[in-house]
Nanobody
């Protein structure tokens, strides 16, 4: 019943910017941790950034200083502002929501992904 939906992907030029959004629905609870992960064909999914309900953040070294993660707890939403994009940022970006609620059927949910392409 819980749904995780990403949006905002698309095409950007090197040095450009994109803003990704993710909204969680189907629950009255806010995730303890929300995050963004990315994956390219043939490679494992990797962490991009995470943020807790208290706004504690964690970034991959490859995106530090360029990407900014934020969240709106009341909207159960998480955002990823991507600046100074590089071709190596091209990937499918996935939103993850992790809960600490014992009454839920499970505590980890993924979205379907949104494609980001960085190319001239």
């Amino acid at each position: 019943q819980v749904q995780v939906v990403e949006s905002g992907g698309g095409l950007a030029q090197p040095g450009g910017s994109l803003r990704l959004s993710c909204v969680v629905s189907g629950t009255i609870f806010s995730p303890y941790i929300m995050g963004w992960y990315r994956q390219v064909p043939g490679k494992q999914r990797e962490l991009v950034a995470t943020i807790t309900t208290g706004s504690s953040t964690n970034y991959a070294d490859s995106v530090k200083g360029r990407f900014t993660i934020s969240r709106d707890n009341s909207k159960r939403a998480v955002y990823l502002r991507m600046n100074s994009l590089k071709p190596e940022d091209t990937a499918a970006y996935y939103c993850n929501a992790n809960f600490r609620v014992v009454t839920m059927a499970k505590n980890d949910y993924w979205g379907q992904g949104t494609q980001v392409i960085v190319s001239s």
